[in-house]
């Protein structure tokens, strides 16, 4: 975390017209911290769910005399209000523009990248990453040790942590004469939209005679493995340790929690729910939850 | 994926005596791709599964010029239909041979290679990868950012992709007299067959005071983690994410589904299947299916 | 493993006050090796667990010479016995002090680390590891692909292997205007206590606004996920393939079994045991063991 002073006048300059009013004198007052509840201060920026029932005990208990609060919030004597439609989201914005170191995009010098490769401005590449003929959008941050195969294609602002593999061969055999396992081609691509972000250690092959396809806006955690031929749609979540299996569709805004697996072909309809660990060995239908081993549908109460 | 013509006699020569009959004019007639059944083209090598009910209409239907298809299919006007025992394994055949791009033997300069290593004939190693006093068979391919310690002994042509980590310590310990763990000495080896495949991510641990053993054209895809001591047979199918914890014995052609997990100790008999997710605490018959969290007998049906 | 002749004279001066008696003469007698119970030979340094029943026939039956047995063995004729309280335990001493190649500590060329870091004394730092303004410990062995991100704290004796990834982003979201994922920032620590160990390619997140912690002595084992916000007790065991997500409470000396999952924001009391596969989505009282999906108390019979 960077330790600075943040006045509450650059914080109203930055969040602009996301701000509906602000309350209380603020002249030379800053934060310089965000924290969790048990270690608020008074120069934590606070912030109010919108969601709770006793925001106005809130705001009065906590200790920092800055907070973010959405409209149904009275103001509270000595506090700065900052009164916002999503007090949350205007803290992550605050906290990821103030607060988070973001590495200059550059191409570490031990960065090995293949001269036939396509890479976009301002790219971040880390260190012992190493990246084949593949395509890489603007503004995509991809940090050490990871790897790329050719042939990937990333779209932009992508964000892949460190030793994540992209585009690796995937996993499909066909019998010989002697009854060994014979690798069939993996000759397919993976594609990612924009702002796609892959977590690390997580591997996505690439598609064996399709392509694997990864939409815009999807976040995959850590220690996943996507394997050939899936098509993942918009906004999907895939939390930590998922298996994917090979030739998946998974339709927007899915959203798939830890540990779970899911057998091939099957399709997973949009706004469905797949519960942690949940095996799941048919297809879900749209806006559906459904856990366990085997999955089934868990019914709303 | 390679671009380029191939022409139906090129394909002819390198399939040789597989080939029981070639049907069609194909003087000058070239494929330039293999793809899933969206995106056949005039110009694809295209195929039909033998266990399908309706191959002539599969071949009527297809966009393709070129087939390989079984003895049962009969000819179809305009078609070439090169007939084999097994269309998949020559379609494998030929798209690895025409259309995957393998890098030529090499070591990167990079690589850092203990001087007291064996390293056989025709070995690719790649970018960053590390390997110890360790001997590798011939024609092995050993992907970049690798880890491969002390004492691993690894077959021919044996795939390793990046990532992989092969013959670190294993997770034992003794208490100490203050409760706390200490380490149990992890001095056996990891000895590996020929043709063995290892995933990306994957971790496989040397034996504690046995060794780790992984039989001839096994296969365990990306992100598992098999622990000391195990002793896997031929031709072992092990999906991702894939838990073995220490010293199991799995015997021949054992398929082990993503995401199940082996409690130590238990023997898989051949020819068992392990179901995706399933938490097997027993041994296994040979030739079972289990599944389920426990894992029980599937009784089929 | 080391191979070399080990007079039992050199082992007794290691064992030192932890032995209570030697019986047999064993001048000039050396071991050269520890084996499983299939290789014994007579020159290995065998062992009797004190927890079986038929232990003088054990002595009796082994090819060793010489043997670690607890006080209840009686001498047999042509034995060598080394009589300790706990023989398991003496056994791994001498097998990590003889027999485990230890690398000297060292910072290996091309290991990257900030000058901003903080590395204590007698570390040893593998090939290609990433360090960034971190702070670690004396004596800690970080082994080769490692990476560790800015403001970890790392305690003393720490043992972290191959592909391990400390401190990274975590995984939280805000959604924006458009409904599209917008990063929480990730600006807190990952702060582990001394003798730590973390198994080859797993990943501990930072915390978001609070910290990520790890107490003295806790062991975790190959390719877990480790999310933010986690407060994590001492001499605390997490085996394979475990995904633990964010901000649970995990007591002192609790047992997490491979491939199991917990949902976020649980409470595992001390001393409790979370079985193989288990899906915890709720408290776990001290002490108890809990298996399945959804995890469940297992009464004791």
Known sequence: MIIKKILVDEIID?????????????????????????????????????????????????????????????YV??????VVKNPKMALAQVGNHFFVNHPKPSIHPTAIIDPDATIGKDVYVGAYTVIGKATIG?????????????????????????????GGAGFGYERDKDGNRFRFP?????????????GANTCIDRGALSDTVIGDHTKINNLCHIAHNNKIGRNVVIAGCVNVSGGN???????????????????????A?????????????????WIGNPAHKLEKK
Chains 1, 2, 3 share one sequence.
Request: charged share 25%; proline share 2%; glycine share 10%.
């Open 186 to 198: 993996q000759i397919g691509s993976l594609i990612m939209g924009d702002d796609v972000e892959v």
């Open 14 to 74: 930055f969040l602009g017209k996301d701000i509906i009013k602000v309350m209380g004198l603020h002249e030379g007052i800053y934060i310089d911290n965000l924290s969790d509840v048990d270690r608020v201060n008074e120069t934590t920026l606070d912030w109010v769910n919108p969601t709770k029932a006793n925001k106005q005990e809130i705001v009065k208990a906590s200790k920092a005399r800055v907070m973010l609060v959405d409209e149904t919030v009275e």
């Open 77 to 82: 004597d000595g506090k700065i209000l900052i």
């Open 249 to 271: 569709i998974i339709d927007d805004n899915v959203w798939i929690a830890p540990n779970s697996s899911l057998r091939g072909y099957v399709h997973i309809g949009e706004n």
């Open 273 to 289: 729910f797949v519960g942690m660990g949940a095996v799941v060995v048919k297809d879900i239908p749209a806006g559906e939850t």
């Open 138 to 166: 603007d503004n995509c941050f991809i940090d050490s040790n990871v790897k790329i195969y050719d042939d990937v294609q990333m779209g932009k602002g992508c964000y892949i942590k460190s030793g994540a593999i992209l």
